[in-house]
Each structure stands twice: as C-alpha cells, then as structure tokens.
C-alpha cells in the first residue's frame, strides 16, 4: 500500500468516526479523481501534489464538516490546476460540491494591477463567497493552515508574503468566525517567518522554564479539582500556556520580556450546563482573589461569531495572575470550531431557517456597507472589524447591542437603523445628553433622539463613527442625497491635493491623462471621481496618487526613452571597502550614503561622482537615480559598486508611517522598535487631516534583514495602515 493511500484511508477513518452515514464510494471516488487529475503534479517538498488536498481535508474533518465540504476539498486544486471542469465536477458529486469547488477556484484566479487592488478584491471576493456558503472560506483556512505548515519550502519572499497575509486576513476571518484553533496556529506558524528572532526567543524560554510552568498548572489545577469534586460539581478542568503569537504581542506592546508577563497560564473548566457555569464561578472568586474589572460574561451576552464562556482573573496565593474559562460542553465545542460547530447542512436543519441565516446576517452587513469604500480603507477596516473588542450597551427597553470598542452614539444609532441614524439630531446615556462624540461603556443605556426635520448626519460624523457600518451608512446617505454638494466638495479637496504635490491640473485635463485615470479607479466621468471624494468613497489622496503615476507615464512616452536598467551591483573585487562600500576603480575615496532613498546593506545600489564631495550611494530603484536617468542627464557620473566587509557598521535609514492619529503613537512606535533592539536617531509625527498621521523615523541598522524585521514590527501597530521606505519607486 502506497503512503498517499494510507493518508487518505486516515482521512476517510476520521470523517466516519463522526460522520456513521458517510457515503464512502463517493468520498473515494473524489479522491480517485483528485489523485488522477493532479498525476505527476509535485509541490516544492518533492511530495505527490494530492498530498496537499488531502490534508486540507482533514483539516475540514477537524472541524467536523459534512460530505459535501470534505469532498469539495478533496477537489478544491482540480479546477484551478487540471483539466477537471466544473461540469466534470457536477455531473459527478452534484452541483452543491461543484459550487463550493468553483466558489474556492475563484479566490484565487483573478489577476490585478496592484498588490492592494488584489488584496481588497480578494476580501471582497471572501465575502461574497461566505454569504453565499460559509463552507467555500472554511475550506480556504484549511488550504491556507496546510500550505503554511509545508511553507519552508517556499522562497522567503514567500513566506514573509503569505505569512503577512495569514496575519492580516485569514487570521481574522478565522478568528469572527470563532474558530480558535486554526487561528491560533495560523497566527503562530506565521509569527515563525515574520518574527523568527522573537519566535525563538520566546519558544526557548518556555522551553527552558517549562517545569516551572507546569507545577505552578498542576497546583492550580488541583485546587481547582478538588473543590469542585467536593461538592460534587461533574468538571473537566484543563490547564494550558497561552499561545506564543498572543505571548508575542503581549511582550511587544508592553515592552516586556517573558519574565515579566505573569498571566501567561490558562485554565478552563467544562461542565454539563449552564447553571454549573455560575456555580463554579462563585467557587473560583472565593479560592481565590477575582481581579476587578477583568471579568466578561460571554454566556448572557454572546460574541457575535457565537462564542459563549465566562472569563474571569484571578490570582493565587502566589501572587501570580491567571485566567479561568468556564463553559459548557457545548459552547467549547463552539468555541473550537466557530461556524462550523452550529454546521447548517451538517444537520437536519432546513436551509430556510432564518436563525441560521442570521447568524451569517454580519458577513452581509460588513459587504454591504463597504461598496462604496476605497480598496485602502476597505483593507484597514476589515481587520479592525475582524479582531475589534466589544462593549456591550443596552436600549431602553433592554435589549443588548454589540458595538466595536470606542463606539459613539452615532455607532449604536446606525446599529438599530439607517433612518435612525440619518434622523438623529442628540443622544442621551444613562439619562443624560452627551456629545455625538461620547464614547460609550459597557452597560451604558443608550437613547437616540431624532427629528423629522434632521437635515441628515454631518460630514464629521464619518471620522467620529468607529464602525464601519455606520462609515457606510453615512456614506451612502451622502452619495445619494448631496450629489451636488459632494461633486464641489471633492473637486475642492482634489484640487487642493494636486496643488500640495506640485501636479498641474491643465496637464491633468488632457483627455488620454483623465481618462487613463478614471479607468483605473473605475469611474465614468470626473463628476462620480469628484463625488467620490465628497461622500468620502475615496480619497482625494489616492485619486492624486494615481495621477502622479499616469502623468509620470506619460512624460516618459513624450521622451521615448525606454524604462532605464540599472547596472548590476559588482562583484566583490579586490578594491578596498569604505564604509563597507566598494567602488570599481577606485580606492579610499569619500563615500556618503544618500539622504533621499537611504540604502542599507542587501540592497541593490550603484554610486554617483558628486562634485567635490566622493561618491554618493544610491539604491537602484531611487527615484531621483531613475528621473536622471530617464531625461538622459549625468550618464558619466553614474558608477558601478558594491557592499564590501560591513561587520561591526550600522546604517541610517529612514521610514514613514502612515496611521490613525491617536494619542500613544509615539509611545507605541518606540516601543515597538525598542523591542527588536533598533535604535531610532528621529521620531516626527504630523497630523495630515481626516483623522491620519504620518510618522518619519530614522533608525540605524546593520542590514536589508534588521530593517525588515523593524518594519513588520511596526505594521502591527494598531491603527498603521502602512510602512515604507521613502524616495524609491515601487
């Protein structure tokens, strides 16, 4: 029996050991079809291809999916990478499972013109697919879980590439769906490529203090156990370290190291029903100390992915913090698995039963109200959708209404109703009116007072609301109703962009330059551009930059001259290093490294014959290399060198940041360098309007390495939208 077969047998044994009606013949027949289809097809390991959509499916039979869904898994490569056609796939296993293939096949099939156009049509396109069949992204978290498990043997620009990717999107929409499991190792398994010098430290320290940690868990556990046992409360108590991607986080933003977060322990308690629940909880504030403020009942006020626990810190006798969970048998089996532990086909429950369907409703919402958003919002406000804390707030007839963290008035008003919202003229919590911008609290009463008479929401309301729902909302009453106000309004602001970068609106006017442009951004006319920018669906920032990049193109084509290459860096030769910089022909003469585009060792630079003042080190893809070189100036002052011996030399380079304007950036910016040991020479930050900041920061480095290190640090800031090197075309 061959190794591919014994994997698949595996997989079959599994799904019937939850599944006692599963149709074998049809499941084999799937993988004899998958098997067939890929044939000689290897992945990078050497291993058979079928290999990959094997263990993706029984990734999907971990979370306990139906028939259809693990053999659409089993196909879910045919499509995209063999001459299997849908048809071939429906007339076989059914439309269902050919639906669920083709839904998979196209999150990844589209091509586009930018790595952020791509990024936020594939986010649309996940969604579109999640309202129609949640099973289509749970099959696409089983391929991401696989694929990044077998991810040493990609390139590292691959892996820092899908690593990023699973951090920022399949992380997130793992985690909104509740399943915590595949979250936590997508999240770990990527913190492996983005941050190796912290993963290992921090594995290695564990490592090393692990019997520490498991006699402090066994005590615990112990105590825990025998008080229950005593007064005959049936439990399962379970302790574990908590996962070392939320460990990294916690040292990062707390510029901490392992020694010093104590609460790195969990426990979680089980039992049969929700009346034990509570039980335990009064058993666990009385053995020991209940931390205030740190306590969050998920049972009478669920997450919306479905999560149900209590969670309450404490702390023992040894001074140290911990968390305890306590569910029920049921919500941990929901808390594992998120969506797919409530599975609608995997029951007998009609696919018309509208709790079920409500439970998608958010995936719907979350679509909808990001039509009209442009691709760079899109992507930040659907992380902060995906992994934004909670507070809960009341109506005042009781009802409980989940908002993200920070929410105003305006959140909770769009929360009940668009005409709610576009109506309401004051709020009042607990009793009292407050401010549009008033933020609310856990357990806050919330009332909306609305006139008939309301002229609609304010433009201001868009930066004050924290939800993207009422961002679109608020949109979308804007985009309908002021059409005439929000071509004047956007005309103003482009116009005053293009004046602040420099750019001429006549040479804009030129039919080919505008019409290059409103292609790109998808408008028929410069009005819709112009209302765009007034309802707030793009911004007049990202309407200039791609003027900048049609009227660059096009000053090229005017040359003629062809897109100049850059002459390779030489090799290592016997010249004499300076400032780790070698020069070809020249020895001891003075180098200086370039302010505008500020190279680091590991990238591709050449040298330019200053007057007077050496050599001046430039990267090749510096803007000012490429605008010289593009009208012909300077040719013989452009040279070849190259990195010499650059051990014991550090580097200044430097980096902007785009981000929320908020209070503790720098703090937060600061720290996040610190914590990889990076020093930084200057930190400014600038208020730019519409809620943003821009960070300029001069770090030293010793290398393309450290400095990447620095810079995936700091995309994980809260609120920064974007990290980059200044002065070079990308």
């Known amino acids: 029996m061959d190794k591919v077969f014994e994997q698949y047998l595996a997989l079959e044994e599994k799904v019937k050991g939850y599944n006692p009606n599963l149709n074998i013949e049809r499941l084999r027949a799937a993988y004899e079809l998958s098997r067939n289809a890929h044939g000689d097809q290897k992945r990078k390991d050497g291993s058979p291809f079928v290999t990959h959509p094997i263990a993706a499916a029984e990734i ?61 049509e594939n986010l649309r396109k996940m969604l579109m697919a999640m309202a129609k069949d949640i099973r289509v992204i749970l099959i696409k978290i089983a391929d991401r879980l696989h694929n990044l498990r077998t991810l040493n043997y990609q390139s590292q620009q691959k892996q820092m590439e899908k690593s990023l990717e699973s951090v920022e999107i399949y992380a997130p929409i793992a985690h909104r769906l509740g399943i915590q499991k595949a979250k936590w190792e997508l999240e770990d398994l990527s913190l492996i490529y983005i941050d190796p010098i912290a993963y290992e430290e921090i594995t290695s320290q564990i490592d090393s203090r692990r019997d520490i940690f498991e006699e402090f868990m066994n005590t615990i556990k112990s105590r825990i156990s025998a008080r229950l046992e005593s007064y005959n409360i049936k439990a399962s108590v379970s302790s574990r370290l908590k996962h070392i991607y939320s460990i990294y986080r916690k040292m990062y933003s707390q510029n901490k190291d392992l020694s010093q977060v104590f609460d790195l322990c969990a426990f979680r308690v089980i039992v049969d029903s929700v009346s034990d629940c509570y039980n335990v909880l009064g058993h ?33 006798s040894e001074g140290i913090p911990f968390e305890i969970q306590i569910r029920t048998w ?83 008003a769009y929360k009940i109703h668009s005409a709610v919202g576009n109506s309401m003229v004051g709020a009042k919590v607990n009793g009292k009116l407050v401010p549009f911008d008033h933020i609310l609290k856990n357990g806050d009463i919330v009332e909306i007072i609305t006139s008939k008479s309301s002229k609609g929401p304010g433009r201001d309301w868009i930066n004050i609301a924290k939800s993207s729902e009422a961002r679109g909302k608020i949109k979308q009453w804007f985009k309908k109703e002021k059409r005439e106000e929000n071509i004047a309004h956007g ?6 962009e293009m004046k602040r970068n420099h750019l001429s609106i006549s040479e804009f006017g030129k039919e080919e330059i505008m019409q290059a442009v409103l292609k790109k951004l998808s408008f028929g006319s410069l009005d819709e551009m112009y209302a765009a920018i007034g309802f707030g669906g793009i911004t007049a920032v990202r309407a200039v930059s791609r003027v900048r990049e049609e009227l660059i193109k ?39 490294f370039a302010r505008c585009c500020t190279p680091v060792p590991g990238d591709d630079v050449l040298g330019f014959i200053t007057k007077g003042y050496g050599v001046s080190v430039h990267r090749t893809k510096c803007q000012n290399y490429l605008n010289s070189r593009a009208r012909g100036e300077d040719e013989g002052r452009w040279i070849k060198v190259a990195w010499g011996n650059t051990e014991g030399e550090t ?9 929320d304007d908020r209070n503790g950036l720098i703090v937060d910016i600061a720290t996040a360098l610190g914590a990889v040991k990076t020093k930084i020479t200057s930190l400014n930050v600038r208020e730019v309007g519409n809620g943003k900041a821009l960070a300029f920061i001069t770090i030293e480095v010793k290398d393309l390495a450290a400095l990447q290190t620095a810079m995936n640090r700091l995309r994980i800031i809260p609120g920064v939208s974007d990290v980059e090197r200044p002065g070079v075309n990308r």
């Open 60 to 120: 999907t039979a971990d979370m306990g999916l139906d028939e259809d869904a693990i053999i659409a898994c089993l196909l879910h490569d045919t499509i995209e990478d063999t001459d299997v056609t849908y048809e071939d796939i429906a007339k076989k296993f059914g439309v269902t499972v050919a639906d669920i293939v083709e839904g998979v096949t196209k999150l990844t099939r589209v091509v586009y013109t930018s790595k952020e156009e791509e990024q936020v």
């Open 284 to 316: 666990m504030h009385d053995l020991f100390k209940p931390i205030p403020g740190k306590f969050k009942d998920y049972i009478s006020t669920p997450k919306p992915n479905m999560y149900q626990s209590i969670h309450t810190t404490v702390i023992g």
């Open 330 to 412: 049921e919500m941990h089996h929901t808390a594992e698995y998120g969506v797919a532990a409530h599975w609608k086909y995997k029951s007998e429950i009609s696919g018309n039963n509208q709790s079920e369907e409500e439970k998608y409703a958010w995936i719907r919402s979350l679509l909808e109200s990001q039509q009209d958003t442009d691709a760079h919002d899109f992507v930040k406000e659907f992380k902060i959708d995906m992994f934004a804390d909670e507070v809960f707030v009341f109506t005042p007839k009781g009802d409980v209404i989940i908002l993200p963290a920070n929410a105003t008035p305006i959140d909770f």
């Open 491 to 496: 005309k103003s602001a482009f116009e005053a």
């Open 554 to 592: 096009a000053r090229k084509q005017d040359r003629q001259e062809k897109q100049p290459v850059a002459p390779p860096p030489i090799p290592p030769a016997r010249d004499k290093s300076v400032k780790g910089i070698m020069v070809e022909g020249l020895e001891n003469c003075l180098i200086k």
């Open 651 to 659: 580097y200044q380079t430097a980096l902007t940041v785009s981000a």
